[in-house]
């Protein structure tokens, strides 16, 4: 089971934390990607990080603003957003599959999802 937190209201240029907690009692087997909606748009691949934390991915979009990180002993998913963008404005969720090596940001490959967290970035 995974739960989302820390979404909420910014303006341009401001910066949210958004957290994942993942209840699974080998949390720390599973990699981690953190995805994202808007009205009207198909969801799409943010960042993902693998179970060691050792591969991190970006969409070209976010790269260099956002940075997603993970605490196993905590059984936690963290993405970290800077200089954020009314573009950036989505309902956020994070996810994960059971898998070793580098991560991917295919929403196929994720069979588990938390319920999504509201991200509105406006002045």
């Known amino acids: 089971q995974l739960v989302e937190s820390g979404g909420g209201l910014v303006q341009p240029g401001g910066s949210l934390s958004l957290s994942c907690a993942d209840s699974?009692?080998?949390?720390?087997?599973?990699?981690i990607g953190w995805f994202r909606q808007a009205p009207g748009k198909e969801r799409e691949g943010v960042a993902c990080?693998?179970?060691?934390?050792?591969?991190?991915q970006y969409d070209a979009s976010v790269k260099g603003r956002f940075a997603v990180s993970r605490d196993n002993a905590k059984k936690m998913a963290y993405l970290q957003m800077n200089n954020l963008k009314p573009e950036d404005t989505a309902v956020y969720y994070c996810?994960?599959?059971?898998?070793?090596?580098?991560?991917?940001?295919?929403?196929?490959?994720?069979?588990?999802w938390g319920q999504g967290t509201q991200v509105t970035v406006s002045s």
């Open positions: 996810a994960s599959y059971s898998g070793f090596g580098r991560c991917t940001m295919s929403k196929y490959e994720y069979p588990y």
């Open positions: 990080i693998s179970h060691t934390g050792g591969d991190t």
């Open positions: 699974g009692s080998t949390s720390g087997t599973y990699t």
